[in-house]
């Protein structure tokens, strides 16, 4: 524990710190050393202090051309502007975690409902940005629109009318009403005033059948 406790007290002391993680491990590994080195007491070991230096020569670990991370946080704006998009694109916080991870776009808050055969295979659209919604396109692995997303083979059990996904949020292609929390988050005082409206309406209808 005295070990690690030097070590990360060593790097702290740093006036520069390592901008690459092989660069980081290096200077651990140095580290490491100097502190095992004066534990076991064999005298003054020479580091190299030079080492931000030689970490630049380094192969970075990371892609050079990762794009830069969505800034829309912070601000009033519910949407995203994305270059190539149509239809509006509303970011989760799930994004926020991970902003790298491409969203989707929402054509309609809302479900689909469509008519679909047992026995036909269908694609749902992933990206949101196809003009035949719900469904895709193509039928590749790669959607044609936005090469980010995938269409999703969909095959129903059944035949009938199907509630699918419009607003892009579900996990599957099936709504599950995240399609209502998009809504409230889109237009909050509507969303208010209708859960005010229905506990009030509810209170009086209670209140009158339930009266002594």
């Known amino acids: 524990s005295s ?29 490491c050393a100097v ?12 580091f190299s202090s030079d080492w931000a230096e ?9 892609p050079s051309s990762l794009p830069e991370a969505p800034t829309w946080f912070g601000n ?33 808050i809302g479900p ?23 469904f895709s396109e ?4 790669v959607c044609g629109n936005q090469p980010l997303f995938r269409p999703k083979p969909y095959t129903p ?3 009938g009318k199907k509630l699918l996904c419009g607003c892009k949020k579900a996990p599957g292609e099936m709504c599950n009403g995240a399609c209502v929390l998009l809504w409230a988050d889109v237009h909050p005082f509507m969303f208010s005033v209708y859960c005010f409206s229905s506990c009030f309406a509810f209170g009086l209808f209670s209140a009158w059948m339930f009266h002594p």
């Open 3 to 31: 070990l690690w406790l030097r070590t990360v007290f060593f790097i702290r002391t740093q006036s520069v710190l390592p901008t690459t993680p092989i660069a980081t491990m290096t200077l651990l590994k140095r580290s």
């Open 35 to 46: 502190a095992q080195a004066r534990r076991a007491g064999s005298g003054s070991v020479r």
């Open 54 to 62: 030689k970490a630049k020569g380094l192969p970075n670990a990371f």
């Open 76 to 108: 009033d704006k519910m949407t995203m502007e994305i270059e190539g998009r149509e239809n509006p694109v509303y970011p989760s916080p799930w994004n926020k975690w991970f902003p790298y991870e491409p969203i989707p776009s929402t054509p309609k």
């Open 112 to 134: 689909y409902y469509v008519h679909c055969s047992a026995s036909e295979v269908y694609h749902f659209c992933t990206c949101g940005e196809c003009k035949t919604q719900p």
């Open 138 to 141: 193509g039928t590749g692995n």
């Open 157 to 159: 059990r059944y035949d």
